[in-house]
């Protein structure tokens, strides 16, 4: 089964009882993989809770500001990004640095929420499986953001620093979620080929 969530919780002071607000208020959806097995749906809210949990657990560094600037916090992904789109597409780097415009004003979010707030459920679905599924569970986060800037390649060569932001703000709008899927898949078997994961 899979849980989706479309925001952040509203509180983060105790992350056990933000995460049971969350869960509580913004499920979603869930699917039943063997909705064969009679006597699972009594078990459905419960596993669906502990699964809910567990991700939490690994993603909460994104929503403590004290660990923003540790090996393990948001900057530090952020980071790990902007160093993924350098060595991938140099191009769009230097241009973004030209421009002066931060992987923060535009990939934040993406990072902190796991694209949940850029897709629709259903495309949520298919990048949380492979952000779930993959050797670097949610540090694949930056393979997608890659593959979200090489989607938008020849519009951000522009020098125009509004109509750039605008670009990346949006640009999840311009692919399909199995698209970006292929291009970071991509990306990353190119690195996992030349030893560099």
């Given amino acids: 089964f899979f849980l989706m ?6 509180s983060t002071h ?18 039943i993989i063997e ?11 419960s596993e669906t809770f502990f699964a809910f949990s567990r991700m939490m657990g690994e993603v909460q560094n994104g929503f403590l500001r004290e660990l923003d600037k540790s090996d393990c ?19 769009i780097w230097k ?4 421009l002066r415009i931060d992987f ?24 949380w499986d492979l952000l779930l599924t993959t050797k670097l569970r949610f540090a694949f986060i930056n393979y997608l ?6 989607n938008i390649q020849k519009e951000l060569m522009s020098d125009d620093f509004s109509e750039v932001m605008k670009l990346l703000q949006g640009a999840s709008k311009r692919i399909a979620a199995i698209d970006l899927k292929m291009i970071a898949l991509k990306a990353y078997k190119d690195d996992m080929d030349a030893g560099e994961i």
Avoid: M
């Fill in 145 to 150: 953001i890659l593959g979200l800037l090489l």
């Fill in 35 to 45: 909705d064969s097995f009679e006597g699972y749906a009594d078990y459905v809210e």
């Fill in 95 to 98: 241009n973004l640095k030209i």
């Fill in 73 to 91: 916090g948001v900057d530090n992904q952020l980071l790990n990004a902007s160093k993924l789109v350098k060595k991938h597409c140099p191009e």
């Fill in 14 to 31: 105790c992350i056990s009882s933000a995460a049971s607000d969350v869960y509580k208020r913004q499920v979603l959806y869930f699917t």
């Fill in 104 to 127: 923060k004003f535009f990939a934040l979010r993406w990072v902190i929420l796991l694209l949940s707030q850029e897709f629709s459920v259903e495309d949520t679905q298919i990048l």
């Fill in 5 to 10: 969530i479309r925001r952040p919780p509203r």
